[in-house]
């Protein structure tokens, strides 16, 4: 129910947040699917104008639980509960492309996600040939480009996404223009007035008991995410993080980003991982983060809305699928 704009508002400001006051040095704060569940039962329920006024009610409440060090319990979460809460994301982000990847539009939105799926399963028969073709052709692209560039040292860090996804805007683009000889339902085509800014209206919202509820689900899942996602990076870098301060950036990088107008944010397993592939050695990486996305977004985001819908998830199909770990499921069998 968010807008692409919110979306880049809250990635801003929650990057250049926690990179000032985060305790690790290569979490990436900002939106993430593992709260895309929670966040479309809530839009449902109270509309996506309330979601800023959320962020900030999540960031006082994960200030409070930093100011009474909850974070200590942490430890006593299993690694299996862990690994099954990783598996969840991955789950519902990739399920979430499937309206993405076969062109499917229009179709009416339910409250809980299982149902929302079971809508897009219902209809996929009326699915659009050209979506589902560049779809498969991206996302085998997104998966054969990896091992590709290792093997030619030719940028070996670099995710086949940057390669891909202007090859895609620009199919986009010639087939709005009608150079080619179909059409292709582009970001632009969902949302037609989408424009680059730092700041959106910011507006108060009623707080009733679904509310609450919502609210400390969403701060208990983001802070579980954040210090997992710290955890992995600590044990991809053998460092130690600060749990103390990555709380209290979290905390205060919600408040922002919902007084910026944003949504809720947490730190991002799939960024974190690209963040230590690329180099990364201190947490003003995530600071420069939020400020290139500001520098890309302003320059080049009329672009991005001749972007295919089906290549974007095909990128995010191809993130949910590397996020699952076998060799951690193959211990625990």
């Known amino acids: 129910?968010?807008?692409?704009?919110?979306?880049?508002?809250?990635?801003?400001?929650?990057?250049?947040?926690?990179?000032?006051?985060?305790?690790?040095?290569?979490?990436?704060?900002?939106?993430?699917?593992?709260l895309s569940g929670l966040l479309t039962t809530f839009v449902f329920l109270h509309g996506a104008s309330s979601l800023p006024f959320l962020a900030v009610v999540v960031g006082l409440i994960i200030l409070l639980a930093w100011f009474f060090k909850l974070e200590q319990?942490?430890?006593?979460?299993?690694?299996?509960?862990?690994?099954g809460f990783t598996l969840g994301v991955a789950l519902i982000i990739g399920l979430n492309q499937i309206n993405f990847a076969f062109g499917l539009q229009g179709l009416q939105k339910h409250e809980a996600f299982i149902d929302n799926l079971a809508e897009?399963?219902?209809?996929?028969?009326?699915?659009n040939v050209t979506s589902v073709i560049i779809f498969?052709?991206?996302?085998?692209?997104?998966?054969?480009?990896?091992?590709l560039l290792k093997r030619v040292r030719l940028?070996?860090?670099?995710?086949?996404?940057?390669?891909?996804?202007?090859?895609?805007?620009?199919?986009?683009?010639?087939?709005?223009?009608n150079f080619l000889p179909f059409s292709i339902p582009t970001l632009g085509s969902l949302y037609a007035d989408i424009s680059p800014t730092f700041f959106?209206?910011?507006?108060?919202?009623?707080?009733?008991?679904?509310?609450?509820?919502?609210?400390?689900?969403?701060?208990?899942?983001?802070?579980?995410?954040?210090?997992?996602?710290?955890?992995?990076?600590?044990?991809?870098?053998?460092?130690?993080?600060?749990?103390?301060?990555?709380?209290?950036?979290?905390?205060?990088?919600?408040i922002f980003s919902g007084l910026a107008g944003g949504i809720p944010a947490t730190a991002a397993l799939a960024r974190t991982a690209l963040n230590i592939k690329s180099g990364a050695s201190h947490k003003a990486s995530q600071f420069l983060s939020g400020i290139f996305i500001a520098a890309i977004s302003l320059a080049l985001f009329s672009y991005f809305v001749y972007i295919p819908l089906a290549v974007i998830a095909a990128i995010l199909v191809t993130v949910a699928v590397r996020m699952i770990e076998k060799e951690h499921f193959g211990r625990m069998w």
């Not at 926690?18 to 704060?29: E, R, T």
């Not at 399963?121 to 009326?126: A, I």
């Open 1 to 34: 129910g968010a807008t692409p704009t919110q979306g880049i508002v809250t990635a801003i400001w929650a990057s250049l947040i926690g990179g000032l006051l985060g305790g690790s040095n290569f979490n990436i704060l900002g939106p993430t699917g593992a």
């Open 73 to 83: 319990y942490l430890i006593f979460i299993p690694a299996n509960t862990i690994q």
């Open 120 to 127: 897009s399963f219902w209809h996929l028969g009326y699915f």
């Open 136 to 147: 498969a052709v991206f996302l085998s692209l997104m998966f054969a480009l990896s091992p």
């Open 155 to 177: 940028a070996p860090n670099l995710p086949p996404a940057v390669i891909l996804a202007p090859i895609g805007i620009l199919l986009g683009y010639l087939g709005q223009k």
């Open 200 to 254: 959106l209206p910011f507006s108060m919202a009623g707080i009733d008991k679904p509310f609450i509820i919502t609210a400390f689900t969403v701060a208990l899942i983001a802070i579980l995410e954040t210090i997992l996602s710290a955890k992995i990076a600590d044990g991809m870098t053998k460092t130690k993080h600060i749990q103390r301060k990555e709380l209290l950036g979290l905390g205060v990088a919600n």
